[in-house]
């Protein structure tokens, strides 16, 4: 066995790496740029070795940088993680060539594997069935609107060394062909330094299900079940889950034994995972092979038990797999929610800053005999920085069964507290509370679909509603008792506390009464309807759980102004509590108008603006391309909403801006 492993990774997989590493007794080393230098994985690891800058490109995939810092601590393994060097040939051939270990496949099989086109070419010689399009290489933006135009819209544009949604383009006519190719040739060759570019067709409603396989150098290989990941944005994985809701068991053993198959034809030894996308008729077609540890990897070890970071450390110390196929057994279901530095409010743009407040769920078994599971890189006070991947943590679930793991994470999100930067809590809280969802009927469109304008929130049902204003009087009550209690005021100026209220929120006014019977506090509507209410809360606590009707709520409460912030199952809104008096004169305020930025084009995330493709003077149409702005290693295209004319621009090319700073004003 390997007596220290360096991790060329960072973040959440470093972690991950390190804590299996530490339970088999192997010294671990970890690399870090400038921007990492204070980074959880850091501190985690026996040792840290500093590679250069904050950019990726001048740290994390320079191989040199890599092989320096082994020989400088004596390493003799390295586990690549996910991203960066890890499905790069050239860097497990250097390792090779020091003399140490590399934990994944052997090059020829992600030289095979790794790059889509060649991997494509390999599976359709070998009888897999594939998806059509044009496998060669495309020199430009013509070139790429006339094969998509030959192989039929909607296409999809991929980097061939792509992967985590980057380099990747849905065009559904020749002009997104165009700009599609030259925005997935830019990311690819930003991220991996290779800007290779093929056209497949897209085919429309699928699932995206793929196949997590295992191979010793023994010629073991097995198939440890599927994922079922069709729950995607911008082509990045989202929620995933094993087993999937959608696969029988004759189509599960057909898609392992191929995947095996494919695995066998190339050689391959270590985790790695076969991609498919699956229509409505279960008829399954490959799409690429994954040459490396998945992001979603904890939903296999969760059905399946196995630790597969171990396993790849075994196989890459030449062990034997000690298990068989039949050995396999997938128990329960396991679901994993990704948490993403992005503002879902604001389209999903990404968001960076420090975290103020990071308190993740209590991990391991729950008192309903469900398990959970957060894998994460980050700390309460940590940045979240603009050079990475925007992925804070992997929130997982396990239950005996679907419907029990799908309502474990739903409570799990409720009692994730993430405050100083945009994320999309909310959003997973509202995916876990669909019929849709819940009932399993997911394609890879199922966003897009589900959030036609995007997200705007949860609006609460009247039963929700209610529930919340219960929580909001409660705890106003006890901020008035609170208040009350204070020492030193004048005997005949002391407060009162009054029972009557009305609480307002989410266009909706409850008129209320709170009080105190035999069977505890309760608070009683307008329609005589009365709700026993018993809770943890005391004031500067944000995070409680009510119990409305003997039914557990898990609420983040914050007091904001007047008013009382309250977030559970998606839904955020301010609650206000009055005595029916002042509610009386509230109703007469007038509201405050927001301010009108129609005519101002402002950056909706803090990034670099790396190009600006009109001037003032110019007249633009809908849709037209306005801006680039940069962040988090995506171009993100910024149009124009209606036609207008350009009155000025406000910076320049190169600028660094934060969220809503100006970029150009209209007439």
Known sequence: MFKKILIANRGEIACRVIRTAKKLGI????VYSDADRDAMHVRLADEAVHIGPSPSSQSYIVIDKILEAIRKTGADAVHPGYGFLSENAAFAEALEKEGVAFIGPPVKAIEAMGDKITSKKLAAKAGVSTVPGHMGLIEDA??????ASSIGFPVMIKASAGGGGKGMRIAWNER???EGFQSSKNEAKSSFGDDRIFIEKFVTEPRHIEIQVLGDKHGNTLYLGERECSIQRRNQKVIEEAPSPFLDETTRRAMGEQAVALAKAVGYHSAGTVEFIVDAERNFYFLEMNTRLQVEHPVTELVTGLDLVEQMIRVAAGEKLSFTQDDVKLEGWAIESRLYAEDPYRNFLPSIGRLTRYRPPEEGRQDDDTVIR?????FEGGEISMYYDPMIAKLCAWGPDR?????????ALDAFEVEGIGHNLPFLSAVMQQERFREGRL?????????TDGFQGVTPDDASAMKLAAVAVTVNQALQERASQISGTIGNHRRIVGHGWVASLAEREFQMTSGVSADGAYVRFADERAISVASDWVPGRTLATFNIDNQPMTVKVDLVGTGIRLRWRGIDVVARVRSPRVAELARLMPKKLPPDTSKMLLCPMPGVVTSITVKAGDTVEAGQ????????KMENILRAEKRATVKRVAIAAGASL???ELIMEFE
Do not use: C, H, P, W
């Open 27 to 30: 010294a671990t080393v970890a």
């Open 142 to 147: 013509d070139e790429a609107a006339r094969i």
């Open 176 to 178: 997104e062909a165009r």
């Open 374 to 378: 957060n894998d994460t890189g980050v």
């Open 403 to 411: 419907a029990q793991a799908v309502e474990a994470m739903a409570k």
């Open 443 to 451: 394609t890879t469109a199922y966003i897009a679909e589900e959030f």
């Open 625 to 632: 391309s306005l801006a680039v702005v940069e962040a988090m």
């Open 658 to 660: 934060a969220v809503d």
